[in-house]
């Protein structure tokens, strides 16, 4: 199972660091992502890390946003710097994989609002 925390609201041009715990034996294998769903449109990946922490980026978060893990603690992170009005979203972390992620579901994921 997966559980992502750490939403909020904060202003443009603030940060945030949005943890996920993961339980169980796929994670430390798993290339992870995150995801977020903004109200109205479809859920997208904007950062990916392997196991080996090779990350990839959305280009509307490059340079932006961090994504790193902890294989041992089975942690997955976010950190989002310069935040804008278009990142409020419902994040959610998860595998790539699709045969993991109907294992894990969604869950509820952390909601950021990015407004003044």
């Known amino acids: 199972q997966l559980q992502a925390s750490g939403g909020g609201l904060v202003q443009p041009g603030g940060s945030l660091r949005l943890p996920c715990a993961a339980s169980?034996?796929?994670?430390?294998?798993?290339?992870m992502g995150w995801y977020r769903q903004a109200p109205g449109k479809s859920r997208e990946l904007v950062a990916s890390?392997?196991?080996?922490?090779?990350?990839n980026y959305a280009d509307s978060v490059k340079g932006r946003f961090v994504i790193s893990r902890d294989n041992a603690k089975n942690s997955l992170f976010l950190q989002m710097n310069s935040l804008k009005p278009e990142d409020t979203s419902v994040y959610y972390c998860?595998?790539?994989?699709?045969?993991?992620?109907?294992?894990w579901g969604w869950g509820q994921g952390t909601l950021v609002t990015v407004s003044s």
């Open positions: 169980g034996s796929l994670f430390s294998p798993s290339v």
């Open positions: 890390i392997t196991s080996g922490g090779i990350t």
């Open positions: 998860n595998a790539l994989n699709g045969m993991i992620i109907s294992r």
